[in-house]
């Protein structure tokens, strides 16, 4: 398993877990990046830790806090709206340079729902 699909495979089970998400905020807003084919996304993470590690780390993030999102609120709004507005799904970026797996949010959602459904 790459390290990208054990990160995916983390953060689904992560949120179904504890039913939350997280991400980064500041006065600003939510932060998006390109990645390498283009794409916009924006990152999540499935434990605060994860985010505050990415904090401490990654210059660029040095001025967001820790932004938790119930799972509820994550599957029934914020899918919806990334999907409309075209973005990606980060999930659980790490290291230095905060680089990960990206994916489609309804690819998320579908694994996130088929992984609810066996609790």
Avoid: C
Avoid at 26 to 55: A, H, R, Y
């Amino acid at each position: 398993m790459s390290q990208a699909s054990a990160q995916y495979h983390a953060f689904i089970q992560g949120i179904v877990v504890h039913k939350k998400v997280w991400t980064l905020k500041d006065d600003g807003g939510f932060p998006t990046s390109t990645n390498l084919n283009g794409e916009t996304v924006l990152p999540f993470w499935s434990l605060e830790s994860k985010v505050v590690k990415i904090i401490k780390k990654v210059h660029a993030y040095r001025d967001f806090q820790p932004y938790e999102i119930k799972l509820e609120d994550f599957i029934n709004k914020w899918i919806t709206g990334l999907e409309e507005d075209g973005l990606y799904v980060g999930v659980n970026w790490s290291g230095k340079k905060a680089t990960g797996y990206d994916v489609k949010p309804n690819e998320l959602l579908e694994h996130i729902t088929y992984e609810l459904e066996k609790y």
